[in-house]
């Protein structure tokens, strides 16, 4: 039965659901821990904007990670800054959609995300193997390689199960630690820059390839909104979200750009050796093979820093949707040791692991075509919510009136659109058979409630908002 009043008083679902068991016996996550998760949901690091300078020659590069974060992460981050402190629940921008739009789009955007997040998690394992075949040859291919990634996700992924708040103080130390090569690659870089080469546009007959370009850029810098699905966690989260976003994206555009400065000016153009894993061989160049090996090093830490804050967020996500009623109860069972979403975390590994072993060129496209559509849904709903309840509490408000809000949300959409646009066919396949298993899922879902064959969150607490 859907709801038929969304008025702030409104229940977020119908039926409306009681909130989960509390979270009181698991310790809450403060703000220092929660930076360092953000800073792993987007970047974890300067590892993978090499390819920006490949594709697009130093000045461009430069120019992108400057301009780019005010582009497009700036919006996203305040958009997730107003709504999560507004809307303080596991369920994050699964929220939103259905408090602007009902059920339906809260759970297709649920959908498209979760999709993103675990194609997305089952990426890290390979990642990690591939740096670590530089130095052991042995984990290149076959048997050794699968049985590493399936250890690397499986002890990772118990790490996650015995609590957030270990978690995130894990991600603080691996954020300092694989941070702290790129601190000795800037200082030694300094004596060698030679300032011309940042304004170089490349080298001549080195065709730009923009698509590959702003593919880059897009994907070191998206998923601000992740950390949204972890709000029920969060100490006091009205004011916790707001500093930690703006935290993240300080240590987010210094760790992208310092580096980056550093290693172009340094050494002299060969922009084809610009690919995803040069820093290592610039570490070399610059200091020797010793700062070849920590840079590494704190890839693989990295990795596992990203793996962590993805699987958080999946994890948690599914917890929400379980509490708002778009799941069964036993999605949202907790852990009676740690308090953690157990059943969440369970069912985004399988997936991960199943997914982690096929090729990912065209789920890649996939992941960016998919999250693009949430993007879009998510401006939407935020646009559309200042507009329907407009005297809701919002602990952090945008300080912009409509006009303002509609061209900060309509410049990112439409490199959206770009993104999508430049997506391969497969892509564009795999898109619409997920989308239309999303709608099938959300109709089943409803038929199981109806029907009662799978037990859901009962029906007669309700969510109110204070005006």
């Not at 697009?56 to 120019?63: D, S, V």
Request: glycine content about 8%; hydrophobic content about 55%; aromatic content about 16%.
């Amino acid at each position: 039965m859907e709801p038929s009043d969304h008025s702030p008083t409104a229940s977020l679902l119908e039926p409306p659901v009681p909130p989960t068991p509390p979270a009181a016996a698991s310790k809450k996550l403060a703000l220092l821990p929660l930076v360092f998760l953000i800073y792993f949901e987007v970047a974890g690091g300067p590892y993978g904007e090499e390819s920006a300078v490949g594709a697009a020659g130093p000045l461009f590069a430069i120019l992108g990670f400057i301009a780019f974060p005010f582009i497009w992460s700036v919006p996203e981050a305040l958009v997730t800054a107003e709504l999560a402190t507004a809307f303080p629940g596991n369920g994050g921008y699964v929220i939103w959609a259905h408090q602007a739009f009902g059920p339906f789009w809260g759970s297709l955007l649920g959908s498209w995300k979760f999709l993103c997040g675990v194609i997305n998690l089952a990426s890290y394992p390979a990642l990690c193997m591939d740096y670590l075949e530089l130095v052991f040859s042995v984990f290149a291919s076959g048997v050794p390689r699968y049985v590493a990634i399936f250890l690397f996700t499986s002890v990772l992924s118990f790490m996650n199960y015995t609590g957030l708040s270990i978690v995130g103080y894990t991600a603080v130390g691996l954020g300092v630690v694989s941070l702290s090569p790129f601190v000795a690659l800037t200082l030694l870089a300094i004596p060698k820059i030679d300032p011309k080469r940042w304004i170089s546009l490349g080298e001549v007959g080195v065709a730009k390839d923009w698509t590959l370009f702003f593919n880059t850029l897009f994907w070191n810098l998206n998923f601000w909104d992740s950390a949204s699905t972890l709000a029920g966690e969060v100490e006091d989260p009205q004011r916790t979200y707001p500093k930690a976003l703006l935290s993240a994206g300080l240590l987010a555009c210094l760790a992208y750009l310092v580096p980056l400065l550093a290693a172009i000016g340094a050494i002299p153009l060969d922009q084809e050796d610009w690919v995803d894993g040069y820093f290592a061989d610039a570490g070399e160049l610059i200091a020797g093979e010793w700062l070849k090996i920590w840079i590494e090093i704190g890839a693989v830490l990295s990795v596992v820093g990203l793996f962590e804050a993805q699987l958080s967020s999946c994890a948690y996500q599914l917890l929400g949707m379980a509490d708002l009623a778009f799941l069964p109860q036993s999605f949202g069972l907790r852990s009676a040791w740690f308090n953690t979403p157990w059943v969440g975390i369970l069912i985004s590994t399988l997936i991960a692991l199943a997914v982690s072993y096929l090729d990912f060129a065209d789920l890649i496209y996939t992941v960016n075509f998919l999250y693009s559509l949430g993007m879009l849904l998510e401006f939407a709903s935020f646009l559309w919510l200042r507009k329907k309840l407009p005297a809701i509490k919002r602990p952090f408000k945008v300080p912009m009136a409509m006009p303002g809000l509609v061209i900060m949300c309509l410049i990112p959409s439409c490199f959206l659109v770009y993104v999508m646009s430049v997506a391969s066919k497969i892509a564009y396949i795999l898109s619409a058979v997920l989308t239309v298993f999303a709608i099938f899922w959300y109709y089943f879902m409803k038929i199981c409630r109806s029907r009662a064959w799978l037990r859901f969150n009962d029906a007669r607490e309700k969510f109110d908002y204070e005006d």
